[in-house]
C-alpha cells in the first residue's frame, strides 16, 4: 500500500478502493430535490448526510451527461455537461466538494463504446454522409446483397434486432445497444484522443474515479470484409481466445494502458473499474492489470442461485484471479441493470435468473419472506469478504423488485427492442421510497414520479427502516461499521481460508479473515450443523437473523442466514 500527502498536507491511501464499499447511485431514481419526478444532483448532495450515516466510503454516479434518455442516460449527447433535468456543472462541484467534506470519494460513469444519436459527432456524420470523415469516427458500412437490402454483418443488438441500422441508400450504422447508441470507432485516434481529454476534465474537476461502461466491446475488429460472428445470439464473447469481432479483444487494453497513463499523472492515482461480462473469468481480469484500468468487475454473485457450492466456487474464483491480477475482488448483488436481490435470491434453483424479466407471466413464483431473508444473508456474506463491494441505492432497504410496471410505463428499449418479450430493466430502477407518509414516499414534495412507485414501497421506506430495531438499514449500517475493524485492511491484503472442515457437519460455507473473524452462511433450509469440533467458540458480531443476539455464543445457524462471528 502506498500513501501519499499531497501539498496541503492531506494524507491520501491510494489504494483506498482496494477495501470500499461503493454506493452506486442511478441519480434519476435517487432524491429529487426540485420535485419534477426525476432524482438530480441537489438530492444527492441533500442525501450525504443520509451516505455518511450508512458509512459508504464512496459513491458511484451512473450517467447524469445531457441525453435524450433513450437508454436511461448511457446515450449520452455531451460528455462534459451535467443533464438539466439532473442539475448544472456547478452543482457537480458543488457535489465533489461536499462528499470530499464528508470523506465520501466521487466516482463518474463513463460511457465510451457507444454516442447518443443527437451527439454533435453523430448528427455531423449523417450530414456529411457515410463516406465522410466525419462518419469515420462510427462504423458505417455498406448492406450486403442487392443494393444493400441486408445488414452488413449477423452482429446482433444487445437489446434485440440487428446492431446495423439503415440510413439510406443501402449504407448501415453499428450500434450494439439501442439504435439511438451509434458505436464509435476506436480505430479512430481522433475518437481516442477526445476521450482522453474528457477523462483529463473529470479528473481536473476533482473526481475520484471512474467505471467504464461496455469496457470489453471497444475495439472491434472492422477489417474489411466484417466478419460474422459464429452464433450470433451469444451476448458477449464466445471463445477465451479473443477471437470474437466485437467483445472482449486483445487490442482494447492498448487503449486503457492510455487511459492508466493519464490517470497516474494524479496524485492519488485516478481509480477505474471495467464493466467487463464474460463468461471466460481469467480474461476479464486482464482489465485490472496495474498498468490498465486497475479493477474489474466480477458479476458472479450476482447471477448466483442461493446455493452453497455456487457461491463456494464463485467466491474463491473472484477472489483467486484478483489475487493473481495484483488486484482486489469485487463483489456486487446487484445494480441498475438485473432484478434486485431481495426479489431474485427467493427464486427456486434451476428457474430462470435471467437478467431481463420476462414479460408474459413466465416470472417463476417468488417467495418474498425467503428472498428477504436470503438478500440479508447475502449481504453479510458480500460484506464480510475482503475486497470492493458495491451496493445498490435501496440493496439496504432491501427493497424487492417491482414486477409490476405496464407496458405504457416502461421506458427501458429492451421492450420495444425485444417485440415485448423482456420487461426489461425498470424493475429495479423505482425512485426510492423515503418517508412512507409522504408523497411519492418523500422521493420528492411533489409526488411525481419518472416511474410509478406501487403501493408496497411503504413498508421498506428508509426513515422507518433506519429507526426499527433489527431492519435490513440497520443490517447495513452495522455491517459497514464493523467491516472497518473485521474485515477491511490498510495494507491492502484481502485473504481469508475456508474454514468449512474445522466445522462438525460442514453444513454451513465458512471462511476466516486474518483479523480473526469467522462468517458462517447456512444456505439450506435447515438449522446448521453444530459449531464444534476443534474450532474455537465463536460469539455472534453480527447476524442477518436478528433473533440471534449479538454477543451470544453460536451453536448453531438459522436457515438462510450469514452471521458474523469472533472467537470468545
Ligand atoms: C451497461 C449499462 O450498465 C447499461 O445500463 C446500458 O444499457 C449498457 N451498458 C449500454 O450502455
Redesign the pocket.
Known amino acids: 500500500m502506498s500513501v501519499h500527502t499531497d501539498i496541503r498536507g492531506n494524507v491520501h491511501n491510494e489504494a483506498w478502493w482496494r477495501d470500499a464499499v461503493i454506493y452506486q447511485i442511478y441519480p434519476r431514481s435517487f432524491f429529487d430535490a426540485n420535485g419534477d419526478g426525476e432524482g438530480d444532483i441537489t438530492g444527492i448532495i441533500k442525501k450525504l448526510g443520509y451516505l455518511r450515516h450508512l458509512g459508504v466510503d464512496a459513491i458511484w454516479l451512473s450517467p447524469f451527461y445531457p441525453s435524450p434518455m433513450a437508454?436511461?442516460g448511457?446515450d449520452v449527447a455531451d460528455y462534459c455537461d451535467v443533464d438539466c433535468r439532473f442539475g448544472t456543472l456547478s452543482q457537480f462541484d458543488e457535489l465533489v466538494h461536499k462528499a470530499h467534506a464528508a470523506d465520501i470519494k466521487v466516482i463518474v460513469d463513463i460511457?465510451p463504446?457507444?454516442t447518443s444519436n443527437v451527439h454533435p459527432w453523430f448528427k455531423e456524420a449523417l450530414a456529411q454522409g457515410p463516406e465522410s470523415a466525419a462518419a469515420s469516427r462510427y462504423v458505417f458500412r455498406r448492406g450486403r446483397g442487392r443494393d444493400g437490402q441486408l445488414p452488413p454483418t449477423n452482429w446482433l443488438s444487445n437489446f434485440g434486432g440487428s446492431a446495423w441500422e439503415p440510413c439510406g441508400d443501402g449504407w448501415y450504422y453499428l450500434h450494439l445497444?439501442a439504435k439511438e447508441?451509434p458505436d464509435l470507432n476506436w480505430d479512430s485516434r481522433e475518437v481516442r484522443d477526445e476521450f482522453l481529454r474528457i477523462l483529463k476534465f473529470w479528473c481536473d474537476r476533482g473526481v475520484d474515479g471512474f467505471r467504464i461502461?461496455?469496457s470489453h466491446g471497444l475495439a472491434k475488429d472492422l477489417s474489411t470484409p466484417l466478419r460474422d460472428r459464429v452464433d450470433p445470439t451469444v451476448m458477449g464473447p464466445q471463445a477465451a481466445d479473443g477471437s470474437d469481432p466485437i467483445w472482449d479483444r486483445d487490442a482494447v487494453h492498448a487503449i486503457y494502458r492510455e487511459w492508466r497513463e493519464l490517470f497516474n499523472r494524479y496524485n492519488p492515482p485516478k481509480y477505474a473499474i471495467g464493466?467487463s461480462w464474460s463468461p471466460f473469468t481469467p480474461r476479464i481480469f486482464q482489465y485490472a492489470r496495474q498498468d490498465e484500468l486497475g479493477a474489474v468487475f466480477d458479476f458472479s454473485l450476482s447471477k448466483a442461485y442461493w446455493d452453497r457450492e455456487e457461491y463456494r466456487t464463485s467466491i474463491g474464483r473472484t477472489h483467486d484471479f484478483a489475487v493473481e491480477a495484483g488486484t482486489s475482488p469485487t463483489w456486487v448483488l446487484g445494480?441498475?441493470?438485473v432484478p434486485r436481490a431481495a426479489s431474485r435470491l427467493g427464486l427456486p434453483i434451476g428457474a430462470s435468473i435471467n437478467t431481463w424479466v420476462t414479460s408474459n407471466g413466465t416470472i417463476p413464483r417468488i417467495d418474498p419472506d425467503m428472498a428477504h431473508r436470503r438478500a440479508r444473508a447475502a449481504a453479510l456474506i458480500m460484506l464480510g469478504l475482503p475486497g470492493t463491494a458495491f451496493v445498490y441505492q435501496g440493496e439496504e432497504l432491501g427493497l424487492p423488485e417491482d414486477f409490476d410496471l405496464t407496458p405504457d410505463e416502461i421506458q427501458d428499449p429492451n421492450w420495444e427492442r425485444s417485440g415485448h418479450r423482456f420487461k426489461g430493466?425498470d424493475g429495479c430502477r423505482v425512485p426510492l421510497p423515503w418517508n412512507a407518509q409522504d408523497p411519492a414516499f418523500g422521493f420528492n414534495t411533489t409526488g411525481r414520479s419518472w416511474l410509478p412507485q406501487p403501493e408496497w414501497f411503504a413498508r421498506y421506506a428508509e426513515s422507518s427502516e433506519e429507526h426499527t430495531e433489527g431492519s435490513t438499514w440497520q443490517l447495513y449500517r452495522d455491517a459497514l461499521e464493523l467491516r472497518h475493524r473485521w474485515v477491511a485492511r490498510a495494507d491492502g491484503d484481502v485473504s481469508f481460508e475456508w474454514v468449512n472442515d474445522a466445522l462438525r457437519g460442514g453444513l454451513p460455507l465458512a471462511w476466516r479473515l486474518p483479523s480473526g473473524m469467522t462468517v458462517l452462511a447456512n444456505f439450506s433450509h435447515e438449522e446448521a450443523s453444530e459449531v464444534s469440533g476443534d474450532y474455537p467458540a465463536l460469539q455472534v458480531l453480527l447476524s442477518s437473523d436478528p433473533h440471534l443476539e449479538q454477543g451470544s455464543q453460536v451453536s448453531v445457524v438459522p436457515p438462510n442466514t450469514a452471521v458474523w462471528c469472533c472467537e470468545r
Open positions: 437508454d436511461g448511457y460511457v463504446n457507444h445497444f447508441q461502461d461496455v464493466e445494480n441498475h441493470d430493466r
